[in-house]
Protein backbone atom coordinates (compact mmCIF):
# COMPACT_ATOMS: atom_id res chain seq x y z
CA UNK A 1 0.00 0.00 0.00
CA UNK A 2 1.02 2.99 -1.13
CA UNK A 3 0.90 5.76 1.26
CA UNK A 4 -0.13 9.21 -0.35
CA UNK A 5 3.22 11.85 0.11
CA UNK A 6 1.34 13.84 3.09
CA UNK A 7 -0.09 11.12 4.64
CA UNK A 8 3.33 9.66 4.83
CA UNK A 9 4.70 12.95 6.30
CA UNK A 10 2.61 12.73 8.93
CA UNK A 11 3.15 9.05 9.83
CA UNK A 12 6.85 9.57 9.94
CA UNK A 13 6.27 12.84 12.03
CA UNK A 14 3.64 10.62 14.30
CA UNK A 15 6.62 7.88 14.52
CA UNK A 16 9.09 10.16 15.84
CA UNK A 17 7.17 11.51 18.54
CA UNK A 18 6.39 7.96 19.31
CA UNK A 19 9.91 7.13 19.77
CA UNK A 20 10.57 10.28 21.93
CA UNK A 21 7.30 9.36 24.03
CA UNK A 22 9.01 6.09 24.41
CA UNK A 23 12.44 7.56 25.68
CA UNK A 24 10.74 9.44 28.21
CA UNK A 25 8.20 6.91 29.02
CA UNK A 26 11.22 4.60 30.15
CA UNK A 27 13.13 7.97 31.68
CA UNK A 28 9.96 8.55 34.16
CA UNK A 29 9.78 4.77 34.71
CA UNK A 30 13.50 4.50 35.68
CA UNK A 31 13.11 7.25 37.79
CA UNK A 32 9.75 6.39 39.56
CA UNK A 33 10.98 2.75 40.00
CA UNK A 34 12.85 2.91 43.08
CA UNK A 35 13.53 5.08 46.02
CA UNK A 36 17.28 5.27 46.17
CA UNK A 37 18.55 8.78 44.51
CA UNK A 38 21.59 7.32 42.88
CA UNK A 39 19.70 4.09 41.29
CA UNK A 40 16.81 6.31 40.22
CA UNK A 41 19.64 8.64 38.33
CA UNK A 42 21.01 5.73 36.73
CA UNK A 43 17.94 4.05 35.40
CA UNK A 44 16.43 7.50 34.62
CA UNK A 45 19.29 7.99 32.08
CA UNK A 46 19.87 4.12 31.44
CA UNK A 47 16.96 2.81 30.48
CA UNK A 48 16.38 5.76 27.24
CA UNK A 49 19.93 4.99 26.61
CA UNK A 50 19.72 1.43 25.91
CA UNK A 51 16.76 1.94 23.79
CA UNK A 52 18.21 4.42 21.99
CA UNK A 53 21.31 2.96 21.61
CA UNK A 54 19.71 -0.36 20.06
CA UNK A 55 16.62 1.67 18.40
CA UNK A 56 20.15 3.42 16.43
CA UNK A 57 22.39 0.39 15.55
CA UNK A 58 19.19 -1.90 14.06
CA UNK A 59 15.96 0.34 13.85
CA UNK A 60 16.29 3.51 12.42
CA UNK A 61 16.08 5.31 8.96
CA UNK A 62 19.85 5.14 9.04
CA UNK A 63 20.72 2.65 10.97
CA UNK A 64 24.52 1.10 11.86
CA UNK A 65 23.37 -2.35 10.78
CA UNK A 66 21.08 -3.40 7.86
CA UNK A 67 19.51 -6.37 9.05
CA UNK A 68 16.22 -8.01 7.88
CA UNK A 69 12.82 -6.41 8.15
CA UNK A 70 12.02 -8.93 10.90
CA UNK A 71 14.98 -7.62 13.15
CA UNK A 72 13.98 -3.99 12.91
CA UNK A 73 10.30 -5.28 13.56
CA UNK A 74 11.20 -7.00 16.63
CA UNK A 75 13.33 -3.99 17.85
CA UNK A 76 10.62 -1.44 17.53
CA UNK A 77 8.56 -4.21 19.44
CA UNK A 78 10.98 -4.27 21.84
CA UNK A 79 11.20 -0.34 22.88
CA UNK A 80 7.96 0.11 21.99
CA UNK A 81 6.77 -2.92 24.36
CA UNK A 82 9.05 -1.75 26.82
CA UNK A 83 7.51 1.94 27.10
CA UNK A 84 4.26 0.92 26.84
CA UNK A 85 4.85 -2.02 30.11
CA UNK A 86 6.77 1.16 31.83
CA UNK A 87 3.01 2.99 31.91
CA UNK A 88 1.34 0.16 33.08
CA UNK A 89 3.80 -0.16 35.85
CA UNK A 90 3.68 3.72 36.31
CA UNK A 91 0.03 3.27 36.84
CA UNK A 92 -1.37 4.45 33.80
CA UNK A 93 -2.55 1.44 32.06
CA UNK A 94 -4.97 3.28 29.76
CA UNK A 95 -2.35 5.35 28.39
CA UNK A 96 -0.10 2.20 27.98
CA UNK A 97 -3.06 0.87 25.86
CA UNK A 98 -3.24 3.87 24.07
CA UNK A 99 0.44 4.45 23.24
CA UNK A 100 0.83 0.48 22.48
CA UNK A 101 -2.46 0.84 20.06
CA UNK A 102 -1.05 4.48 18.14
CA UNK A 103 2.41 2.38 17.50
CA UNK A 104 1.26 -0.94 15.88
CA UNK A 105 -0.98 1.54 13.52
CA UNK A 106 1.86 3.56 12.64
CA UNK A 107 4.19 0.92 12.29
CA UNK A 108 2.35 -1.03 10.11
CA UNK A 109 1.40 1.52 7.85
CA UNK A 110 5.21 2.71 8.01
CA UNK A 111 5.67 -0.56 6.98
CA UNK A 112 3.23 -0.90 4.33
CA UNK A 113 4.47 1.83 2.86
CA UNK A 114 8.54 1.01 2.44
CA UNK A 115 7.34 -2.33 1.64
CA UNK A 116 5.36 -1.06 -1.59
CA UNK A 117 8.53 1.11 -2.22
CA UNK A 118 10.88 -1.58 -2.36
CA UNK A 119 8.79 -3.25 -4.77
CA UNK A 120 8.50 -0.39 -7.44
CA UNK A 121 5.21 0.89 -6.10
CA UNK A 122 3.79 -2.50 -6.93
Given at each position: ?????????????????????A?????????????????????????????????????A???????P??????????????????????????????????????????????????????
Amino acid sequence: MKLPAALRVANEGLAFLLELAALAALARWGWEVTENTALRLLLAVAAPALAAVVWGLFAAPKARFRVPLAVVLLVKALVFGTAALALADLGHPAWALAFAAVTLANTTLATADRRTATRGGV
